[in-house]
């Protein structure tokens, strides 16, 4: 969550495509603010497709073959539904 403010300022310099979607994968608030990842984002390209990935995954587990799940989620569907 730390960094989002930097990647933010950098995926603005690089002017990105209509049809690109940000998908933020952060978990967590941001300490100065108390705002997710996705409201950061959100804030920052009001006119863009915003979607959500989070789930009982953590990396040592996927990596050790256990099962886990992930859930992507968009206040639009059809962005939600690409994204999965």
Do not use: Y
Not at 16 to 33: N, V, Y
């Amino acid at each position: 969550m730390s960094g989002i403010p930097q990647l933010v300022a950098q995926v603005k310099a690089i002017q990105l495509e209509p049809h690109q979607i940000i998908l933020s994968t952060s978990k967590g608030l941001a300490i100065e603010s108390g705002l997710t990842a996705r409201q950061l984002w959100q804030a920052s390209f009001p006119d863009r497709a915003i979607a959500v990935m989070s789930g009982p995954n953590l990396s040592p587990e996927i990596m050790a073959g256990l099962p886990c799940a992930t859930v992507v989620a968009s206040e639009k569907i059809e962005i939600a539904q690409m994204v999965q």
